[in-house]
């Protein structure tokens, strides 16, 4: 064989390669950004759901969208529609940024139809820098309506390789994992059930605080403050000012008792209830946001049986809190937020004796 | 942009390539080197602009001095010609010390302040350290002679050639010279073409599927080297070792093989390194341009071993500082040079005493000095070297699996410890692969000596479309070459 015809032959493969591998990635769709699915069953994971939401923002039908981190993975869209009389989707993402948030949310307002959104708060998310990323690899690509990048998602072969492993073995090998149905795609409830109860909220708690130094949650809160202004100035209210005909429920996400007791034993419980102020503060002369706020609620801080760590819930918090939505229990006024910020801050100081 | 990058490999490329040879039939050899500048002004620039400005700023200084240094009228007077000299060294100098190490010295300054001093947080322009080391060597050969012909284009084109402006080689101007002067170069070689294709994609295939899929455990075990135990730790060391040799040789792979596809020798850089049986031979065959350089114009120049025993030693212990601190601005990196040069000295005094030593065993103690040393290299502190080394040294336990307590019979638990998670990353299997590895560093042929036996052939041309679009899968991936740090 001449040099000249190894070149060609071996380049032909390698551009060949890369054509084919294009061809069925785009075929395969392995996360349905161009098109929900129709030949295959399709693996919908958590593990996937920054380059998953995408394409369920745009693909789907809906008029509700939910937003959140983990906290929110368990809302289930069908209880939403239920309450709101609405459609709705849900785009959490595990460990979101607020940026991360604001991003999917562009994207499903974009479409044109979001009338209400479900903004599941987790105050903790408010400590990231405004511009971060939870992930380094972001697929940015993917938030925005420009078709020529989604040259990256084509090209993305590692992405292709991961899911068609995962969807040939659900598919050939009838092997269970993902889900096929979009609403309860993210929902954790299954895989942490063995965490849940009381005394091994407990047990980890301890064995947490040996290990996690109090300087640590400290540095947290200082981050909670330095970083909390930036993301409502930057991630927040250009969204809420943008969109008025759109209705958003901002609901903080509640915490078990454990929870707030490591918040206050760092001296950071004030950070929290100051944050929330501000939040208030500058939602007031929004007509088009409401603030929910469960944080004390009695159950909700001292069920630990429905709790699988000191912070994560079941579904059954998510299911109250989405009804809350019309009894409007928990929502934020003038009144009701001093009440809650004192008596989480009583509440609190009350089982430092208790919880040791 | 990246070598392991689509837009590098499907665009750029075959595009700065095809229109080289164009160029050069069509418009001589001028238009091609013009074009060769631009691609690599280009490949620079897409970093960030500001520094090809600052790059070409650099150049063209330079270059000046060495046309400075060149004029007949200096003939004889030495002490202006030294002076020009000095005047580009103090300007290279002086730009890497400022964008690399400012930091290091206000962080440094500041232990001595009553009122620390704001650090600058000045970011460091890609290859910087390179470009200003193949710079300084330009000037110091141009000084003495040997540089050859310089046109400003020739100059640009070798100064910038976007093969090696990131991670080196680091090639010196003579030798790139001698090379286009040759009127074959000129001309679209498909020898070269084919080898530089199979070069590329071996490099590929060691970024992205070895090294990149070594960096979790390095990065794991570094991040978290305060909860080390003795397998996790020597899983950390050995893991960085290789990545940084599979990283940094897989890019002098592909910068070697881009640079032949036009007609370009680059001087080899990796010579299976951990087959070294004594320091002295490790420098031989890890990064080979860079020892030739530090000593042509650093150990020589300060005497070299030609001023007795004592001098010879220090000599030996300031290249190895210019090293550690030429690698990064900080105490790790000072450190791990003063330990290479120390580790040097103990190796010369060793060759005095004529005892032998076992080649296996020789093979043994170099692996293990290196991969010690490495880990000051890699950590952030001395604080997370130590902890690093310490769980090596056992001094932090030892973890093994359950099923192995079950097989002893579940002794009592202390210094010895059994349980499910007996890595932090990682199981029996990594330690398997990455042993496996080691293995192959020792035993199968490097680059070097797979080219030199290369042919055109079938069997060829699959391990290069294999090697090629295996990595092609996980490029998307991608990570930046750990020497562009440096």
Known sequence: ?356 | MLFNSYLYIYVFLPVSVSVYFLLFRRFGRSAALWWLFSCSLVYYGWWDPRYALLFCLSMAVNYTVGILLQRERWNGRARIRRTFLIIGIVVNVGLLAYFKYTDFFIGNLNLFLPQPLQPLRISLPLGISFYSFIQIAYLVDTYRGGAGRKGLVDYLSFASFFPQIFSGPIVRYGDVSRQRGDARTTLLNYDNIAKGLFLFSLGLFKKIMIADNLAPFADTGFALSSQLTLADSWLTSISYTLQLYFDFSGYTDMAIGTALMFNIRLPINFNSPYKARNLQDFWRRWHITLSSFLRDYIYIPLGGSRAGEFRTYSNIIITFLVAGIWHGAGWTFVFWGFLHGLGLVIHRFWNKTSLHMPRPLALFITFNYVNVLWVFFRARSFSDAVNVLSAMAGLKGIVLPRTVGILLGNPAEGYLRFAHEWMLRGDLTTMIMIGMLVAATLILKNSNEIIEGFKPSVRYAALAAAAFCVSLVFIQRYTEFIYFGF
């Open chain 1, 1 to 356: 064989m001449t040099a000249r015809r190894w070149f060609y032959l071996v380049a032909s493969v390698g551009v060949a390669a890369f054509f084919v591998l294009s061809i069925l990635n785009y075929c395969i769709d392995p996360i349905q950004y161009f098109r929900e699915a129709s030949f295959y069953r399709p693996y919908i994971h958590g593990n996937y759901c920054r380059y998953i939401n995408p394409g369920m923002a745009k693909n789907r039908r809906y008029e509700t969208v939910i937003v959140g981190s983990s906290y929110m993975a368990n809302t289930d869209p069908a209880m939403v529609d239920k309450v709101l009389h609405t459609p709705s989707v849900n785009l959490t993402m595990f460990g979101a940024t607020m940026r991360e948030i604001r991003l999917i949310l562009e994207t499903a307002i974009r479409t044109g139809r979001v009338k209400r959104v479900v903004w599941g708060l987790d105050l903790d998310t408010l400590m990231d820098d405004p511009d971060m990323f939870r992930i380094p690899d972001f697929p940015l690509y993917l938030y925005d309506d420009n078709p020529w990048n989604d040259f990256r998602y084509i090209a993305n072969f590692d992405l292709l390789f991961k899911l068609s492993r995962e969807i040939i073995a659900v598919n050939l090998l009838h092997r269970s994992g993902g889900s096929a149905d979009f609403d309860s795609a993210y929902n954790w409830m299954e895989i942490k059930k063995p965490f849940f109860g009381r005394e091994q909220v407990l047990r980890r708690w301890k064995r947490a605080q040996e290990l996690k130094g109090r300087a640590e949650r400290n540095a947290d809160t200082r981050r909670l403050m330095a970083n909390g202004r930036g993301n409502i100035t930057t991630n927040l209210l250009p969204l809420l000012r943008a969109n008025p005909s759109i209705r958003f429920d901002i609901i903080y996400m509640p915490h078990s008792i454990l929870y707030w007791l490591d918040v206050y034993r760092s001296g950071g419980l004030d950070a929290y209830v100051r944050i929330k102020q501000e939040l208030f503060e500058t939602m007031k002369g929004l007509n088009n946001v409401t603030l929910h706020d469960p944080q004390s609620d009695s159950a909700m801080l001292y069920d630990l049986d429905e709790y699988c760590d000191t912070g994560h819930f079941s579904e059954s918090f998510n299911d109250r809190f989405i009804k809350a939505l019309t009894t409007h229990e928990f929502t934020v006024t003038g009144q009701s937020i001093e009440r809650a910020a004192s008596r989480l801050m009583e509440e609190t100081k009350r089982s430092l004796d208790v919880y040791r």
